[in-house]
């Protein structure tokens, strides 16, 4: 079984940051990637920042320049860094991770709970 669990969500002013983890755990093979969506009130959810495991990186248009996603493969954890934020990244955030469990298990994508993140203007 393998759980993600995020933190680091919370109230801000608008300018300021913010710094989400995301924790991996249970059975892991391998991963091959991980990512953060977020979901806004009345919206469809959507992709602000993924990794691949060769470093490569995708961002929104939206936050491309205010945010930087990173991982700690020791730690079996991702972060996105949010800098500059503006009331529109007001969502849930939600971790994923691209993986497998064991060497023949199919690659599928696991989720977080979600975390908060409100900015005030």
């Known amino acids: 079984q393998v759980q993600l669990v995020e933190s680091g969500g919370g109230l801000v002013q608008a300018g300021g940051s913010l710094r989400l983890s995301c924790a991996a755990s249970?059975?892991?093979?391998?991963?091959?990637?991980w990512g953060w969506y977020r979901q806004a009130p009345g919206k469809q959810r959507e992709l602000v920042a993924a990794?691949?495991?060769?470093?490569?990186?995708n961002y929104a248009d939206s936050v491309k320049g205010r945010f930087t996603i990173s991982r700690d493969n020791a730690k079996i954890a991702v972060y996105l860094q949010m800098n500059s934020l503006k009331p529109e990244d007001t969502a849930v955030y939600y971790c994923?991770?691209?993986?497998?469990?064991?060497?023949?298990?199919?690659?599928?994508?696991?989720w977080g709970q979600g975390t908060q993140v409100t900015v005030s203007s």
């Open positions: 249970g059975s892991i093979f391998t991963i091959n990637g």
């Open positions: 990794l691949t495991t060769n470093s490569r990186t």
């Open positions: 994923y991770a691209d993986l497998r469990t064991t060497v023949a298990a199919r690659t599928r994508d696991y």
